[in-house]
């Protein structure tokens, strides 16, 4: 069954520049695959060692305004997800080593914030939850596609994939403006969003979230932006 194209943001914004973006033509594939997925692993290490262990609860980021790669509109909102039928999509395209591992990780049920990035004004608008648990992600094998991998085999899969389903709309739009001012204060002061992802880990597009985090940012919806 045809899947949506989309591209969840870390896979074009800033994660992907820096990991993917432009892949050369040969890249040391081999080497240069091990040493980035060690490396990602010693950081996902460093999520758990800092108390930031493999949670329940996700923020997964997506672009919600029109962008061509190679000719593809890579665009994903959270109306794009509420559209598809039983309003359920996978998260293809993420093409960073963490990120991937996180994907992996995620279980049945398991809760998201949909939060739109590279827009006008980046923020949290909704939440989805995991419906289908990490399998290959089929746009790596796929030559037209601006996720394309040359390096992924069949028998040597890179790239993972899951899929979510859209739960509810925020009761109001939660800015990144004002999480970063959450961030700021509760640095000083020791509250809850003071180790959050977003911001020590602000590049990748698949982020995991305390319970006590989770909880804040749903509380936010009841009080008028900061």
């Given amino acids: 069954m045809p899947r949506p194209r ?39 290490s460093a999520f758990k060692k800092c108390g930031r ?6 923020l997964m980021k997506s672009e919600p305004e029109s962008r061509l790669e190679k ?13 598809q039928p039983k309003q359920t999509a996978c998260w293809d395209g993420v093409r960073n080593y ?21 827009g006008k004004e980046p923020g949290i608008v909704g ?17 037209n596609n601006p996720h394309y991998d040359p390096s992924s085999q069949e028998d040597n899969l890179k790239w993972s994939m899951v899929d979510v389903q859209f739960v509810r709309m925020m009761k109001r739009f939660i800015s990144l403006a004002e999480l970063k001012t959450y961030h700021q204060s509760h640095k000083a002061t020791g509250g809850l969003l003071k180790d959050m992802a977003l911001f020590t880990h602000q590049r990748l597009s698949i982020q995991p979230l305390t319970q006590e985090e989770f909880d804040f940012i749903l509380s936010l919806e009841e009080n008028e932006p900061s």
């Fill in 6 to 44: 989309k591209r969840p943001a870390g896979a074009a914004g800033p994660e992907k520049k820096g990991q993917s973006g432009k892949r050369t033509k040969s890249e040391n594939l081999g080497e240069a695959s091990a040493k980035v997925e060690n490396s990602s692993l010693q950081k996902t």
């Fill in 53 to 58: 262990n493999l949670s329940n609860y996700w």
């Fill in 71 to 83: 000719g593809v509109d890579v665009k994903f909102s959270i109306e794009d997800l509420k559209a």
């Fill in 98 to 118: 963490q990120a991937r591992n996180f994907l992996r990780a995620m279980k049945l049920e398991e809760e998201a914030f949909f939060y739109h990035s590279n």
């Fill in 127 to 143: 939440l989805m939850k995991i419906v289908k648990e990490a399998y290959p992600d089929h746009t790596q094998f796929e030559k």
